[in-house]
C-alpha cells in the first residue's frame, strides 16, 4: 500500500472513533436508552461499510490481498485499542480495567481481524478461479 492509502485508513479510523467518543461522551458510554441501542448497533453499517471496501481492495489485486486485508485489519483496531486506552485507562485512570467495564468496546478491536481473512481469501478464490471475472 502506498503511503496515502495508510493515512486515508488512519483518518478514517480516528474520525469513527471521535464521533463514537462525541456520541458516548455525555454519560461515559454508559447509555441503555433506545437512542443509544440504535447508535450501538448502528455501528454494524461502518462494518459493513468495511467489509465492502475491503472486498474491493482484495478483489482488484488478488495477489496482495492478504497484505492489504491485514493494513485494514490493523488500522480498523489498533489505533482505536489505543484512543481508548489513553482516554479510558490514562485520563480517566481506570487502568486495564476498562477492558472489563467497557467490554463492548473489545468486540470492535477482534471483528476486523476476525472478518480480513475470510474475506480476502475469498476474494483470492474467486478471483483466482478459471474463467472467471474479476469483482472490482
Do not use: K
Not at 49 to 74: K, N
Amino acid at each position: 500500500m502506498r503511503a496515502n492509502q495508510h493515512w486515508h485508513l488512519f483518518c478514517l479510523a480516528t474520525t469513527w472513533w471521535t464521533l463514537y467518543f462525541i456520541l458516548g461522551l455525555p454519560s461515559n458510554y454508559f447509555q441503555t436508552t433506545a437512542t443509544w441501542l440504535i447508535i450501538v448497533f448502528g455501528e454494524i453499517l461502518p462494518a459493513l461499510a468495511l467489509g465492502y471496501f475491503l472486498w474491493r481492495r482484495c478483489s482488484r489485486s488478488p495477489e496482495r490481498a492478504w497484505r492489504v486485508a491485514t493494513w485494514i485489519a490493523f488500522y480498523m483496531t489498533v489505533p482505536l485499542f489505543a484512543y481508548d486506552y489513553f482516554y479510558l485507562a490514562m485520563h480517566q485512570q481506570r487502568g486495564w480495567a476498562f477492558l472489563h467495564t467497557h467490554w463492548y468496546l473489545t468486540a470492535f478491536y477482534i471483528i476486523p481481524w476476525l472478518m480480513a481473512p475470510p474475506l480476502a481469501w475469498r476474494a483470492t478464490r474467486i478471483t483466482s478461479a478459471p474463467g472467471s471475472t474479476r469483482l472490482a
